[in-house]
Structures are given as C-alpha cells and as structure tokens.
C-alpha cells in the first residue's frame, strides 16, 4: 500500500509553576479544577490515553490509547508537571511511544520540542542551542531513546535554529505549507515557486543549511489542519476519515504521506469528545484498510526526501505576519474589549531582552571563578533540572569545577544557573500570543524575570530592577486602571516574590493549624525545627520558634527566629527575622510572659519590638495555604450560617411545600435557605465515607422536587469523582457484591438528575474488570448462584455506564 496518514498532536501548556515555589498555584478560573493544567490533562491529555470507540448505540466497544496511533509532542515543562501530578497518564503517555515502535518498525510516535516554548528566531544564538540540548535531554530521560523529530514552539523558524537542530542529531520537523518559500526535484537547477503555486504536502523535502547539514521538513496539509481545528472536521470520526482519504492524489501510484498538524487540545479540550472522533477515524482507516497509518520518522526511513526546499525564514503557523505576533502590534490576537491593541509587545520584549543582555555578562564573570565553560554548563544543567536529588546535584557541581567546592561556591554556582534558567523561562512564548499585558501568560513570564533579578542580586550584587521596571512603564496596559507594565509588575508580581524569611514566615503561621515533624518539606524549601513553642488561651495561638530554611534548588539556607499570633478568624500578627542565639532568648521570654498574663499589647508590642522590618500576616501565606486556612477560618461561620437556615428550613418546610405543589413561586430569600440545605446535605451524604443510599434517595427527590439552582459544577464534579473512586474500590475488591449494589443504586438515582457526570474514570475501571475479572465470574455462573448474580449486576452496571462488555466476547 502507498496510501499513508500521519495525524500530529502538538501538546503543550506554558509553565505554570511559581517560579520561587516550583509548583503550580490553584488557579480559580479553572474551578472546579485546582488549576488549568488540572482541567486540560482531564479534558484532554487523560482522553487520549484511553479514548472511546461506540457502537451504534453509543455503547463503548473499545478503549484505546490514541498516543500510540499517532504522531506527537508533549512540551517538555508539561510532562515535568504531569511526571508529579498524574503519574498514570504520564505513564500512558510513555507506553504509547514504546507501543508505537512495534506498529512504526522500530519508530516511535514521540517528537522531543524545543525545552520552554521560545519564539526560536527571535532567541540569540546561545538560547537556542540551550532550548534544544534541554529539549532533547528530557526527551531522552522520559522516552529512554534518542529522538527522530523536534517540534518548534509555533513551527516559527529561521535556518540557524534548523542548523543548530541537526548538529544534534535531529533529523526533521514539521512546518505549515504557507512556510515554504521554493523547491527542485534532486539534480535540477531551476526552482520553483510555491509561495504562491503551493506546495505538495504529501511528501517531504530536504533543506540544506548554512554549516553544510541538512534536515527534512514535512509540511502539514493546512485546509485539513484548519478544518479539524476550527470547521468542525471533528463531529464525526467518519466523516473526519473520509476528509484525510480526499487528500490523496487519485491516480497516483507512487508513495504518499497525507499529514495534519494542530494543537494536540484540539481532541477534548477545544472540542468535547474531540478524542472520540480522532479514535474513530483512526479505527475506520484501520479496520477498512483505507490506508496505513505511519508516524514521520518511519515514513522518511522508507521514502527519502527526493525534493529540496527554501523556507521563509522568521515565519509561523500562528501570525500571518510571521513571527511579529511576538514582538509588535501586527493585528493576530485572540480578542478582547473594543478598542485594546497589543502596542505592548514591543517594548515587553525590548525591556525582556535588556534585562538578559545584564544578566549574560553577569553569569559569564560570575561562572568564570569554577569553569572556563560557562555556556556549556547551562546546557548541561538540565542534568539537575531533570533530577534536584542532593546526589545528583553534588556530582554536578563537582564535575563542574573538578574540585571541592565550599558550601557558599555550591550556593553561588547554582543560583547562577537558575537565574540563567529564569532568563530563558521568562521568553515563553504564551506571554505575547494574547491581548493583554495582565494576563496570566504575561504575568508569569514577569514572574521569571522577577525570580531571574533576585538571583542577579543575591549572586552577583547587581540590582537590575529598576532599570527593568522603568522601561517596563513604556508597556502600556489595555486596561486604564493597570496603567503598565511597571505598575502591574509592582502589583501582580511582587507580591509573588520569595525568600527565606517569608518561607519562615509562612511554617510559623500554618504552624499554629497544621502540626509539622522536625523536618518539613514546603513546596521547594524544607524548614527544620530548633525550637518550638505553641501556646493556646481561648481563641488566642502563639508560636514562637527556631528554624533553618534551606531552598532545595539553590542551597541557599539560613537560620530564622519567629513569633506569630493568632487573634482569631483571619487576623494574624507575625514577624520572622535572623536573631542572634542572645536575641531570641529574651524574645522568647518576654512573648511567652506576656501571653501567659494574657497581655496581648504586650505581645504585639514584643514583635513589633524585634521584628521592625520583617512582620508578616494572612496576605503573606502561599496561595493554597491561604485559601486553606481561610477556609477553616469560614467553617464555623459556615456552621452557624447552616444552623439558622435549617431552623428556617425545618420550621417553613410545610408552607414552602405548600408553594411548590400549586406552583406558587417560593420568594427568593426562602428559595437560598432550601438551595443552601439540599447543597449541603447532599454533599455530606456523597462525601461520606460509606454513602447512605436511603438518605441520598431522600436528598434526590427532594431536589428534583424544587426547581433550584445546584452548584452544578462542583456537585457534578463531586458526584462523578465519589463514583470513580467506588468503582476503583470494587476493582481492588470484586467480590463485594454489596458494594456494586451501591454504586449501581447511585447511578441509578443521579440518572433521574439533569446532570451531565463524567463517568470517564469509572467506565475505564469497569472495562479493565469486563476484561480481567469478567470472563472468571461467567465460568462459574454456570454452578456458582452467587457467581450468576454478580454476573446479571455487573451487566447492569454496564448497561448503566454505556459500555458494552460483550463486544469482544
């Protein structure tokens, strides 16, 4: 067969992680989720590993992992994060490529990408040859094989970054048509144009680079990409099918690759079910024989490149303009309010630019006390990245300096190398691909650019703020109030800064909620105790102690003293600082007298007294501690406010009743109390640790009684989560009859709720039993009348869940 498909998935976030905690803050927009890495890898990364194939009664008849199918790329910072946080899609992930070589003859689906998304042509020549050493080292820990391919943030490129690609080892990429610029047939002299003629996208080509290498370009169909992206090519897998067979040449024997590329968040983020139609077409082209399915390196093993191509340099698959959507008001945007402009890029990138043009000379002094290489350093530093264990990251700064290094060398040399990683992280391209300045994307890379001036001062005592923040105030915001960049570094970013005495800061005060062992890990920081005293009156807390921060990452550590009240509610008084062994001892003194003679200005006054500088509150706590102490704070206010409602519920329930049977609208203020009560009791029953079907039947028909406003998507994310985690429970214990007669009457009494459940988990569990554990209980239904019973339920339970366990039987 010489009919051949490719379908490429470029999947990829921008990092999220704060760059002085390294983990990702809950971010509210992607509520109910804990941020928007959460609600994609849902949506769409977790699909993909386990994507459905349905009947003609949309019954599952199949799961299968879509990765091993086609070609893709997974950005290198999102595979970190998914490595921590969802270990089993990560895991999914990595088995595809290894399944993928048994079905590609010995090629894998996986493409490594450039390490953190920088608009390559726009990078100097050294950041570029980081991005792909970066990249391609992660690829390597994770994949366990060296890559073929290497995708581009945006597909923008330029010839050195090709250049500097196949000087290690990468052998093609992939760009959209519209990037090249002319082509010959091998052998000829004279070119063609295709700028406007076209080019065929149905095989590759060879681009020959200035050093003399060359690499293969594949250049996607663009209509077809554009159809599954934006015209809805992906409503039926059929028809999706169908579209990628009109791409080939009818009449043509030769051999032909008919290839697509997008945003991998096309299947199930962007478009629901998106997964479903791509495992469709996949299982449609396969099973009528339509044509081969074949990843990049495999179809270039076989068939060669035998055309030369002439890119347009500085161009993209993005901006019509090339790559001006990251440096200038060129008109691609994603939106906004009347009358916004992206004026802003320009003099963001001018003044991101001037703050690494300081930095470069720093590092390279700085670094030239240990090595005589400091650029080859950098690239090797995702060695550490890749492992921080004290193990690993000892070896590597002895390997760097060939000697033994003294502790505040150690501290030095990888501050440095983080101040550079910083200044790499901060030109992520997500920063100018929106319309605004104060946008999240933009926001984190000034973030970077925070963390990487911190680490310029602490390493090398230069004080780069200033110059950076003025600049800043020639980035105009869209929004009046925002005014630019410098105010919205000074109040978006700022606050976000960390150093030891604000991790300090931060154990003392969730100290006083949370009861912490001798040594505690906190995000990228541990803090070991000395010293600690906690002492309680009423409402009133006060901790007062010793401790030594020490950052995971840099080294860097110090020993704090602390003293912080809790007046109740959200009110705290703290202060953290560095106090001699004489210092802390009368402090601790006169705190602990003055809060035993229930002298509370005299505690005020005492930290006040001793921490002038350094005194900290609520507002000073990480995000998700914040929130979690906030939340405990609330509880008993929560407690109170549901202790009145349900005297009002209890004592109006017949009148509301009333009401509501002659369809006589309840008034709004009686409609909260009944919404706020049935919230709360049907959560109570669905978070419990055994569920109480006869309780949760009585909350079911209550609700469906009132026609209220549910907190639709926490109860829906709530319900289908309790349901998963039922379903895991009964795989680990099959046996448990009684437990699947539970979840079937939970589904059963959701069912009769307007409520769209995700049960994605839970079918997933039941076709892995319909395949394990199944076929045993149908072996002994025949003699065993227990065995005949758990068979007719788990069927039920299928029937329930749409999937039909029988269609491999």
């Keep these: 067969m010489n009919r051949f498909i490719c379908i490429h998935g470029h999947f990829y976030q921008p990092p999220r992680e704060n760059p002085w905690l390294d983990e990702v803050e809950v971010q509210d927009s992607a509520y109910p989720y804990h941020d928007w890495n959460e609600k994609v890898t849902a949506e769409c990364y977790a699909r993909n590993a386990a994507a459905r194939i349905l009947d003609n009664h949309h019954r599952i008849t199949d799961i299968i992992n879509n990765y091993s199918k086609i070609s893709f790329n997974f950005g290198p910072t999102l595979l970190s994060w998914m490595q921590d946080k969802d270990p089993e899609i990560y895991a999914a992930v990595l088995e595809a490529d290894r399944l993928s070589q048994k079905h590609f003859s010995g090629h894998g689906s996986a493409m490594a990408q450039i390490y953190n998304h920088m608009i390559m042509p726009l990078a100097n020549t050294k950041d570029k040859k980081t991005q792909i050493i970066w990249g391609i080292k992660d690829f390597e820990s994770r994949f366990k094989r060296k890559p073929e391919g290497m995708w581009l943030a945006e597909t923008a490129v330029d010839l050195e970054s090709l250049d500097l690609m196949a000087e290690q080892g990468i052998k093609f990429t992939i760009l959209a048509p519209h990037q090249a610029k002319r082509i010959r047939q091998d052998g000829q002299e004279t070119w063609r144009d295709v700028a406007v003629d076209k080019i065929d996208p149905r095989v590759p080509y060879r681009c020959h680079l200035p050093s003399g290498r060359e690499i293969c370009i594949f250049f996607y169909d663009g209509p077809m990409a554009q159809g599954v992206a934006f015209e809805g090519l992906l409503n039926n897998g059929?028809?999706?099918?169908?579209?990628?067979?009109?791409g080939f040449s009818v009449g043509n024997t030769k051999p032909q690759i008919v290839h697509i590329a997008t945003d991998g968040e096309t299947y199930g983020h962007h478009h629901k079910f998106g997964d479903m139609a791509l495992a469709y077409c996949l299982h449609y082209i396969e099973t009528n024989?339509?044509?081969q399915l074949t990843v990049y390196g495999e179809y270039l093993q076989k068939y060669p490149a035998a055309q030369e191509v002439e890119i347009v340099e500085n161009s993209s698959w993005s901006c019509l303009h090339g790559i001006e959507r990251w440096r200038s008001d060129c008109?691609?945007?994603?939106?906004?309010?009347?009358g916004w402009n992206q004026k802003w890029r320009a003099p963001l990138r001018q003044s991101l630019d001037w703050l690494r043009d300081q930095i470069s000379p720093l590092y390279e002094t700085q670094m030239a006390a240990f090595t005589n290489d400091p650029w080859g350093t950098r690239d090797r530093y995702i060695e550490v990245i890749l492992d921080r264990s004290e193990e690993n990251m000892g070896r590597f700064l002895q390997n760097i300096a060939g000697r033994t290094l003294k502790e505040d060398e150690k501290i030095k040399i990888l501050k440095l190398l983080e101040m550079q990683t910083n200044a790499m992280l901060m030109y992520t391209?997500?920063?100018?691909?929106?319309?605004e300045i104060s946008g999240l994307e933009t926001v984190q890379i000034l973030k970077y650019a925070a963390r990487a001036i911190q680490l310029a001062q602490d390493a090398a005592a230069s004080n780069l703020e200033e110059g950076f923040t003025s600049r800043l105030e020639g980035v105009i915001s869209n929004v009046p109030e925002l005014k630019n960049g410098a105010h919205i570094y000074r109040a978006m970013v700022k606050p976000s800064i960390v150093n030891l005495l604000r991790v300090g800061a931060h154990y003392a005060m969730t100290s006083l909620f949370e009861q912490y062992g001798p040594k505690t890990n906190m995000y990228s920081y541990t803090v070991q105790s000395e010293q600690y005293d906690l002492k309680e009156a009423g409402r009133l807390k006060m901790a007062v102690g010793r401790a030594v921060v020490r950052s995971k990452v840099t080294w860097e550590h110090a020993s704090i003293c602390f003293a912080v009240l809790h007046l109740g509610d959200h009110n705290f008084i703290g202060g953290v600082d560095y106090l001699n062994v004489d210092e802390f001892a009368k402090m601790h003194t006169l705190m602990t007298d003055a809060f035993l003679e229930s002298d509370t200005p005299g505690v005020i006054g005492g930290i006040k007294e001793y921490f002038k500088y350094h005194n900290y509150s609520l507002w000073h706590l990480f995000k998700e501690e914040q929130q979690k102490i906030l939340n405990q704070v609330l509880s008993s206010t929560m407690d109170d406010i549901e202790s009145s409602f349900r005297q009002i519920y209890d004592h109006h329930y017949p009148l509301m009743q009333i009401k509501?049977?002659?369809?006589?609208?309840?008034?709004?203020?009686l409609m909260t109390v009944v919404e706020f009560i049935l919230n709360r009791d049907i959560r109570a029953v669905l978070e419990a640790e055994d569920v109480d079907i006869k309780r949760f039947k009585q909350f079911v028909e209550e609700m469906k009684r009132w026609s209220f406003k549910r907190d639709q998507a926490n109860f829906t994310f709530l319900a289908s989560e309790r349901t998963s985690s039922l379903m895991k429970r009964l795989s680990d214990h099959p046996d448990n009859i009684h437990l699947m007669e539970k979840i079937v009457a939970i589904l059963e009494l959701l069912g009769q709720l307007d409520m769209d459940l995700d049960l994605w988990k839970a079918q997933n569990t039941y076709f892995a039993m319909g395949r394990n554990i199944y076929?045993?209980?149908i072996l002994k239904a025949g003699t065993d009348e227990l065995a005949g019973r758990w068979v007719k339920l788990?069927?039920?339970?299928?029937?329930?869940l749409k999937v039909n366990i029988n269609s491999h039987a």
Aim: hydrophobic residues 40%; negative net charge.
């Design 775 to 777: 076929p045993d209980f």
């Design 794 to 800: 788990f069927e039920h339970l299928g029937e329930i």
């Design 331 to 338: 008109g691609c945007s994603t939106g906004g309010q009347a």
């Design 429 to 435: 391209s997500c920063g100018w691909f929106f319309n």
């Design 660 to 669: 509501n049977d002659i369809s006589l609208p309840l008034p709004r203020m």
């Design 238 to 246: 059929e028809g999706f099918a169908r579209r990628l067979m009109d």
């Design 289 to 291: 024989q339509l044509a």
